[in-house]
T-cell receptor, first 114, second 117 residues
């Protein structure tokens, strides 16, 4: 009865490298949401996905960031050519249906760009 | 443009006393409000919620009050316990809106609660 699984828990990347963050939703959940928490701030919505579809990416930076949720496997948040300002905690949440009912968060991936 | 604000970054309370955490919002489309608790290196965990059709919701030691006219909500914890020490986030959603906005939460910046034994 695992919850939302995110890995890795910690990720260190040098400037210019790529970062890949993975999120496996709770069993029975087919809706995935990514949030970013910058130091000393609240969580900010980035993107909402269902299997094979991006539903809402209004919070995603226009460049370097992309997300996918394939038919098989976890959801991936990909950050290309990372910069120091990308250092943050990235949280994934999942829900069984559209909307915020049953929203459950994972433990997050802390990305550090050196 | 912060639509949800928690103006107190930290709060210190003696064990057994009441903790009151405050949250203000500006978007009148928000109709559902939640409080999350977050320990270091963990994700936020849901604590309690309230719909805009109510002004109070209670669950054990936790009570959330909503004042729609003032666009203000508060979380009361009584009695406070050392294990309550964590960062508390207020979040809001226009839940009944039939568009993508109802799928996301807008968070405040958090209040760090410290309960002293």
């Amino acid at each position: 009865n695992a919850g939302v699984m995110q890995n890795p828990r910690h990720l260190v990347r040098r400037r210019g490298q790529e970062a890949r963050l993975r999120c496996s939703p709770m069993k029975g959940h087919s809706h995935v949401y990514w949030y970013r928490q910058l130091p000393e701030e609240g969580l900010k919505f980035m993107v909402y996905l269902q299997k094979e579809n991006i539903i809402d990416e209004s919070g995603m930076p226009k460049e370097r960031f992309s997300a996918e949720f394939p038919k098989e496997g976890p959801s991936i948040l990909r950050i290309q050519q990372v910069v120091r300002g990308d250092s943050a905690a990235y949280f994934c949440a999942s829900s069984p249906s559209r909307g915020i009912d049953g929203y459950t968060f994972g433990s997050g991936t802390r990305l550090t760009v050196v | 443009d912060q639509q949800v604000k928690q103006n107190s970054p930290s709060l210190s309370v003696q064990e057994g006393r009441i903790s009151i955490l405050n949250c203000d919002y500006t978007n009148s489309m928000f109709d559902y409000f939640l409080w999350y608790k977050k320990y270091p290196a963990e994700g936020p965990t849901f604590l309690i919620s309230i719909s805009s059709i109510k002004d109070k919701n209670e669950d054990g030691r936790f009570t959330v009050f909503l004042n729609k006219s003032a666009k203000h909500l508060s979380l009361h914890i009584v009695p406070s316990q050392p294990g309550d020490s964590a960062v508390y986030f207020c979040a809001a959603s226009p839940r009944e809106m039939n568009n993508n906005a109802g799928n996301m939460l807008t968070f405040g910046g958090g209040t760090r609660l410290m309960v002293k034994p």
